[in-house]
């Protein structure tokens, strides 16, 4: 079969081809081309210098984040063999709530937030004593952080779903395929880690940070309103100045009493 090259693509081998063989991989040329050929030696050691900066990379990732502090270097050189560098656009969902994630994740660059369904309980005037669904923001993840331990270690559903929100997401991924392959000491130490974590994030715990969030929105809202209040009852609208027009008399008499004159 007959294949044609064009502008980037390339040809040859790296080790020496014996006998017949090297008789049935010729390269013609069509027309004027010009080439970069490069040496078995020196594409060794580009190779070689590349393969160990990708290996530094992912040591280093490993080493930021805290679900691997105190590890044995042991296990970290067995993680660092298994675990790829992947992209992922923005929204894109790592992990759904209540989907047992494939994959875990180790975020090298750009963040993700994490979000809950909550049933919260309303009196609305018009409808009563009624149960809504709310998807509530609860925090977000960062450079070091670890997704989809909950599903790739314990093999449980998500409790929350996992979004990112950055233009670009840059982590390490380590599958559960990989993991269960691991030696024993490393698989202990992933459970160990993992079953601590379940302790620390409960549904009473997403209900706080939910009542939090809102007495705060409720909090703005009225110091926003008594704010508001105050500037417009001496005059000042926002975008105007306060002496935008000459004021009344009764509003020098008013001002003039407010400051003691």
Known sequence: ATKKLRMGSYFGTLV??????????????LEEVELMKISVSSFKHISDRLTQ?????????????????EWPQKSLNEIATCLQICTFPKRTVLVDEGA??????????????????????????RRGHVQEVRQLVVGQ????AEVGERG??????????????SDVLVCGCISRVHIQDM???????????????????DEESIKRIYVEK???????????KALQEVIYHTGIAPSYGKWSRNPTADEVKHLSANVGL
Not at 16 to 29: N, V, W, Y
Not at 53 to 69: D, G, N, P
Not at 183 to 201: G, S
Not at 214 to 224: A, G, L, T, V
């Open 214 to 224: 809102q007495s705060e929105k409720s909090w703005q809202i009225q110091k926003r």
């Open 152 to 165: 790739a270690v314990l093999h449980l559903p998500s409790k929350s779903k996992i979004e990112v929100k």
């Open 100 to 125: 047992v994630s494939e994959n875990m994740y180790l975020i090298k660059s750009g963040v993700c937030v994490v979000k809950n369904r909550v049933d919260i309980n309303l009196n609305s005037p």
């Open 53 to 69: 900066k990708t290996a530094r990379e992912v040591m280093e990732l490993i080493h930021s984040c805290e679900f691997f502090k």
């Open 16 to 29: 020496k081809l014996e006998g017949d063989s090297a008789l049935s991989l010729p390269a013609i040329t």
């Open 183 to 201: 030696d024993e000491v490393t698989q202990a130490l992933f459970r160990q880690v993992a079953e601590k974590k379940e302790t620390l994030h």
């Open 141 to 144: 993840l960062v450079p070091g």
